[in-house]
């Protein structure tokens, strides 16, 4: 992955041992998920999707309690 402000990109394959390494469209780093725009709206989706799934095991586990 790399990041630029420059619309026309030079793309340049990296090597190690002659191997070359493969792109990658983002990137999670110390938990925020980076993509090479700088655009955080797949991070917006993972915490909300997180979010999600934490309230249905609330309902879930919660269903046997009456209050009164």
Same mark, same amino acid.
Not at 43 to 54: A, D, G, Q, R
């Given at each position: 992955? !790399?990041?630029?402000?420059?619309?026309?990109?030079?793309? *340049?394959?990296?090597? &190690?041992?002659? $191997?070359?390494?493969?792109?990658?469209?983002?990137?999670?780093?110390?938990?925020?998920? !980076?993509?090479?725009?700088?655009?955080?709206?797949?991070? *917006?989706?993972?915490? &909300?999707?997180? $979010?999600?799934?934490?309230?249905?095991?609330?309902?879930?586990?919660?269903?046997?309690?009456?209050?009164?």
């Amino acid at each position: 992955m !790399f990041y630029t402000h420059k619309m026309d990109t030079i793309v *340049y394959d990296y090597k &190690v041992n002659d $191997t070359v390494l493969g792109r990658v469209e983002f990137i999670k780093d110390l938990g925020v998920t !980076f993509d090479s725009k700088f655009n955080f709206s797949l991070h *917006y989706i993972n915490i &909300v999707s997180s $979010t999600h799934k934490m309230l249905g095991f609330i309902i879930r586990v919660s269903l046997d309690f009456y209050f009164y």
